[in-house]
């Protein structure tokens, strides 16, 4: 008598692939840097008494005030900052002078800048012995490199001491690397990065699409481009889409995207969940725009008692398989219509093809990125 095998399939466990993915991140050599503080507003600075007596030497007494400010400056430490604790008032008199300060930073003029900062001594750009991250910010956005590196270091005699903190938010809602990211200005990237700018805060706040990372919005933009709206089609057949889609973004004009995408997921922690999560919601260009810039990243190297070493592109395709066989037997798939249901098979499907590809392009053409 035959009888007939019924195959027991379990739904997706996204604690473990969360946990496993963790793993694979930790021995990538994502997450190693130092944790930094996270703080809702800056430490208070000690408060300097004078004893008033007949010995009381007035221009003495504001030279030590003078020291303690700069010592005290210099001593606030590069911390997350939310939300941004500047007062609406400072960023008002930002704004009062920014016709004075935007063909400074056209121009990317340090002298100038220096010049006005000392005029106005500082006011509207600078609160609590720092400049603000607003101020900042505008320096960013006009990719003035040479008067963010001086307000980063804070060595100018002018600025008495003060810098500029890469990881306090702005009253938008958003960091100098998502301003920077979203510029694709890879040296502003490095300089904020090598100022101790961290690439794991994300947006928060009414006033911007909220829990993204700097290389979200690299990510994002870069799928905006012209060349892939124009010609990338989901009614193209799946094997011909992926190839066209990767076509498109070895085009050497994508290169300073794929960079900017590169040097963020480098600095990135739980990089391998960022990539899951495009390819979980189905979104290819996505996914497809961190594979080819992250692969050192993603390829890695995880331990495995199976085979000994286990890399990203592992981990990717057995989710990949798992989350296919899951929808094919209709697991956790209860409330989808078919329609739907054949779409994200179609999605996961096309990520799969898309991963193996990527792993072919690497392993023929090691030199090509």
């Known amino acids: 008598k035959n009888e007939r095998m019924e195959l027991e399939f379990k739904a997706p466990d996204h604690n473990m692939w969360k946990k496993e993915a963790a793993a694979c991140d930790k021995d990538n050599g994502n997450g190693k840097d130092e944790p930094i503080t996270v703080r809702n507003e800056y430490p208070r600075l000690p408060t300097t008494y004078f004893e008033f007596n007949k010995e009381f030497n007035l221009k ?3 030279e030590i005030m003078s020291e303690r400010h700069i010592s005290m400056a210099q001593s606030i430490a590069n911390d997350i900052i939310i939300p941004d604790p500047t007062p609406e008032r400072v960023c008002e008199t930002f704004f009062h002078k920014y016709y004075q300060l935007e063909p400074i930073l056209k121009k990317d003029s340090v002298q100038c800048f220096l010049q006005l900062f000392k005029n106005c001594a500082g006011k509207g750009m600078s609160w609590n012995l720092t400049i603000t991250a607003q101020t900042l910010t505008h320096m960013v956005s006009f990719n003035a490199l040479q008067c963010a590196k001086v307000v980063l270091e804070g060595k100018a005699l002018e ?6 903190n890469p990881n306090c938010i702005n009253s938008y809602g958003y960091f100098p690397l998502h ?13 904020l990065l090598c100022h101790g700018a961290s690439a794991n805060v994300r947006t928060v706040g009414n006033d911007v699409i909220e829990d993204l990372l700097p290389l979200h919005v690299a990510v994002e933009n ?13 009614s ?12 498109l973004l070895c085009l050497p004009e994508m290169k300073i995207f794929l960079d900017t995408t590169r040097l963020l997921a480098e600095k990135t922690n739980n990089l391998l969940e960022e990539l899951w999560n495009y390819i979980e919601d189905g979104k290819l260009i996505q996914s497809a725009v961190l594979l080819l810039a992250a692969q050192e990243q993603i390829r890695g190297g995880c331990s495995s008692k199976m085979d000994g070493k286990k890399d990203g592109f592992d981990i990717l395709n057995r989710r990949i398989l798992r989350l296919y066989l899951a929808l094919r037997w209709g697991k956790g798939s ?12 179609t999605l996961i499907h096309c990520a799969g093809l898309l991963v193996d590809l990527v792993l072919l392009i690497r392993k023929y053409m090691p030199l090509s990125y």
């Open 60 to 62: 003495k007494a504001e």
């Open 334 to 345: 209860n409330e989808m219509t078919h329609e739907l249901l054949e779409e994200r098979r």
């Open 236 to 247: 193209q057949n799946p094997l011909e889409y992926i190839y066209k889609l990767v076509l």
């Open 222 to 234: 870069t799928c905006l481009h012209k060349y892939l709206e124009d010609n990338l089609s989901l």
């Open 179 to 191: 301003e920077a990211a979203e510029r694709f200005s890879i040296d502003m990237i490095e300089l």
């Open 159 to 164: 600025l008495h001491g003060m810098h500029a």
